[in-house]
């Protein structure tokens, strides 16, 4: 399963502040240019540019309740940077901006 998640600024985004806030949350490590988000069955890489960070995730098989349960946390990790960004959480998938707990987004992630 892959999902892409968006955080666009029409300002230039602080990279220093988003790297030092991703680095201060358990499981984020930095991989080359990428900061990784490893939980047990949802993994996400976290793309930084001056204008939008980009959130790539894969997950494996799992039961559903543990998956959403994952991608939950994830969501509130990326609404933090988002909030520091001042800048919307962008669904790909769906085509809209999200909510800190979207539950639609969640459902589409983990069916």
């Given at each position: 399963?892959?999902?892409?998640?968006?955080?666009?600024?029409?300002?230039?985004?602080?990279?220093?502040?988003?790297?030092?806030?991703?680095?201060?949350?358990?499981?984020?490590?930095?991989?080359?240019?990428?900061?990784?988000?490893?939980?047990?069955?949802?993994?996400?890489?976290?793309?930084?540019?001056?204008?939008?960070?980009?959130?790539?995730?894969?997950?494996?098989?799992?039961?559903?309740?543990?998956?959403?349960?994952?991608f939950?946390?994830?969501?509130?990790?990326?609404?933090?940077?988002?909030?520091?960004?001042?800048?919307?959480?962008?669904?790909?998938?769906?085509?809209?901006?999200?909510?800190r707990?979207?539950?639609?987004?969640?459902?589409?992630?983990?069916?």
């Amino acid at each position: 399963m892959s999902y892409e998640l968006r955080i666009m600024s029409p300002a230039p985004i602080d990279l220093v502040a988003v790297r030092r806030l991703l680095l201060a949350v358990d499981g984020v490590e930095a991989v080359g240019d990428e900061l990784i988000w490893a939980g047990a069955l949802v993994n996400a890489a976290f793309v930084l540019d001056q204008t939008e960070i980009g959130v790539g995730v894969t997950s494996g098989e799992a039961p559903t309740e543990d998956l959403r349960r994952e991608f939950r946390a994830l969501l509130d990790v990326v609404s933090r940077v988002a909030a520091l960004v001042g800048a919307p959480v962008y669904d790909v998938q769906l085509g809209r901006t999200l909510a800190r707990d979207d539950d639609e987004a969640v459902r589409d992630f983990a069916g």
